[in-house]
């Protein structure tokens, strides 16, 4: 990749981890470049005019061009690799389960452990706390469809590592942090122990 590439990023968030995980399994020279969600610096003036109109994190800036969503920037880093399957079918599983992540997992999982481990329930709106079970809910069940998944299999989608993987592990082996019990899921256990051993690993920071 001849551009530079900067990431707009808060290192507390998985969304940008996941990117940043990519980049360093496949060697890929990413800058960084660091906000504080909580303080709204993705919400200025200037970051919505010159970074995302959107006001929000991950962004993958490649030259002088933008890219957000986190699952769209890996999928640009990745195109092309090992972490991305050559069959067709295992593709398209890969897919299945990077929108999986992104509609059934995160919106759950990710949005409880930013509520309890950096806002703090005592600073809860009562329109969030009245989210709290419902959320709860339907992270366990996106954590059960991921422990029947990978019950017969050693990765998400084909015989190796893909993007799949990336995306669901980044919120996945910290959704205890949201008060997910993950020794309820031995399968998710052995495919969070499996993660780290993939060359070119780093951990979330």
Not at 98 to 122: D, K
């Amino acid at each position: 990749m001849a551009e530079a590439l900067t990431l707009h990023e808060d290192p507390r968030s998985g969304n940008c981890y996941k990117i940043k995980l990519t980049a360093a399994l496949l060697s890929v020279p990413l800058e960084t470049r660091q906000y504080d969600i909580l303080k709204g610096e993705t919400r200025t003036d200037a970051f919505k005019s010159n970074v995302n109109a959107q006001g929000r994190i991950p962004v993958l800036q490649i030259g002088d061009r933008y890219l957000p969503e986190s699952n769209a920037a890996c999928w640009y880093l990745a195109e092309g690799t090992r972490l991305i399957p050559e069959d067709r079918f295992e593709r398209a599983q890969m897919l299945r389960w990077m929108f999986f992540e992104q509609y059934s997992h995160e919106p759950n999982i990710a949005t409880l452990r930013f509520w309890c481990r950096f806002v703090g329930s005592e600073n809860l709106s009562d329109q969030q706390r009245e989210q709290m079970m419902a959320k709860r809910i339907a992270g366990e069940d996106a954590l059960a469809a991921m422990e029947a998944h990978l019950s017969s299999r050693d990765w998400m989608a084909g015989s190796s590592a893909s993007l799949a993987d990336v995306a669901l592990f980044a919120y996945t082996h910290v959704a205890d942090e949201g008060g997910f019990d993950l020794s309820r899921f031995p399968a998710i256990g052995r495919w969070i122990e499996r993660v780290p051993t993939l060359d070119g690993f780093i951990p979330m920071t």
